[in-house]
């Protein structure tokens, strides 16, 4: 049996195909299938977020080889970023709450 | 209901308090602590891996303020890496299949 840490970066590859394979290039996130991504997989996070260029600005910042679309590794970069601030808004919680 | 990816990304967290929790500070990984979670969380990578050194190296490759522990940040520097080994592997295997 998987282990909890080997179950989440297995979650974390199906997650991407799961959008990825949708339409052109199987392997890579286009704006469209990013999009549906974040929507399904991230809504409480988007419905938080006011900016209607939100999805335009993530996939700039993130696409580093300026191609219009997410490879895998560029996808990691986001779900990094993602979870490194729910820890820090967790930690500082619990150190608030901690005093 | 958290999505797949929610799932993923609180798993990710649960995994690194589970043992930075052990001994010290509670936020950080010290030498053990991480060798406790490369032992129980990945066991087969680690058992791929015929160097005694491995959990020093990783140590010291991850631990980029240079203080002996690692926190929450440093941690996903080390699952990222490890998910796109994965998923390079996969593609890989996948594209041959295809041929």
Known sequence: ???QLESAMDALIC????YSGNEGDKYKLNK???KQLLNSELTDFLMS???PM??????????????????????VV??????????DFFQ??????AK
Do not use: R, W
């Open 15 to 18: 997650v991407f195909y799961n």
């Open 32 to 34: 469209g299938e990013l």
């Open 92 to 97: 500082e919680q619990h150190k608030k709450k």
């Open 54 to 75: 939100l999805v335009e600005k993530i996939m700039n910042d993130l696409d580093s080889n300026k191609d219009n679309e997410l490879d895998f590794n560029e996808f």
């Open 78 to 87: 986001l779900v990094s970023a993602l979870t490194v601030a729910c820890n």
């Open 49 to 51: 977020q006011k900016d």
């Open 1 to 3: 049996m998987p282990s």
